[in-house]
C-alpha cells in the first residue's frame, strides 16, 4: 500500500474542523476544486469513503472519524519529532474555543502573552456558549475550549467567577417594577438557570423580556435600561453597575479547560499549560 502523505492528512484534519471544504481551502492556500481532488484522491487511496458531501458542507462518516483520529495523533507527534530533531521554535495551529465574556475578560491577556512567546502558533478563536462548544470538542472540531461549570468546587475548575447582575445604573427604577425585565442568554446556559432559580427561590416576579446569545447583545440591552442581565463579575463593563441590593445574590460558577484529545500536540499542549497556569491570576 503507498504510504500517506503527511501533507494531505494534515489538509483532511482541516476540512474535518471547519465542516467546509471551501473554509478549509482559504486557509490551506488552495482553491476549492484542488482540495477537493485532494480530498477524493485521499478517499481512493484508503478506498473509503471519508466525507458526506451536502450543499450545506461535509460532515465525516465512520471511516472519516476513525482516520480523524489517527490523523490528529500522527500529527502531533510529527510535529514533536521535527521540533525535537531540529530544535525550531514551536509551530502549529490551534483551534480555541470559549464563551463571549470570557473572550472579553481574559483573552487579550492570555493570548497576548502566549503568541508573544510563540508568534509561529496559529490560532483560530470559536465564540459560542459552552453548550455549544462542548459538542464542537466532542467532534474535534476544536482542540479545546474554556466552558464554565455550574459549581466552583467541581472537579478540573481552575477559576472561580462570581455571577452578578448589572444594569445601566446603581439603583436602576426599573427594580420597582412588579414584574422585573431580565435580559438573559437562552435556557440552557448557565446564566439563565442561576438567575431563574434564584428568583423563584423568593418568589420575586419577573419575565425575560430579551433573550440573546450575544454578549454584545444584553450588554445593549443592559445599557438601555430596559432590563437587567446577567455577567461574570470580570466581564462587567466600566459603563455598566453590579447591584449589589435588592436582588437576591447569585451563585459563583466555575472555569475549566476542555481538550479534545488528551493526546494532544506540543503546540496545543503548550496553551493549555499557559491557560492552566495563568489564569487563575488573571
Known sequence: MQPLDIALLSNFVIVAQTGSISLAAQQVGRTQSALSMQMHRLEDQLGKTLLHRTGAGVRLTAAGEKLLIHAEALLARHDDMLMDMTGT??????????????????????????????????????????????????????????????????????????????????????????????ALPTPSTIDYRAACTVMEAINRRYRVAYASNSLAGLLAIARSGHAISVLTRS??????????????????????????????SAAVTALADHIRTTLPGL
Open 89 to 182: 521554535a514551536l509551530r502549529g495551529s490551534i483551534s480555541l474555543g470559549c464563551t463571549e465574556d470570557y473572550a472579553s475578560a481574559f483573552l487579550p491577556q492570555l493570548l497576548g502573552s502566549f503568541c508573544a512567546r510563540y508568534p509561529d502558533i496559529d490560532l483560530r478563536l470559536v465564540c459560542a456558549p459552552s453548550t455549544d462548544l462542548r459538542p464542537q470538542l466532542q467532534q474535534r472540531m476544536l482542540d479545546m475550549a474554556l466552558v464554565s461549570l455550574p459549581s466552583a468546587d467541581a472537579d478540573g475548575v481552575i477559576r472561580e467567577e462570581q455571577l452578578v447582575w448589572v444594569a445601566n445604573e446603581a439603583a436602576p427604577a426599573i427594580l420597582s417594577a412588579p414584574i422585573l425585565p431580565l
Open 235 to 264: 466581564a462587567v463593563p466600566r459603563d455598566l453597575y453590579i447591584i449589589a441590593q435588592d436582588l437576591p445574590p447569585l451563585p459563583a460558577i466555575g472555569i475549566t479547560l476542555e481538550l479534545a484529545d488528551q493526546r494532544s
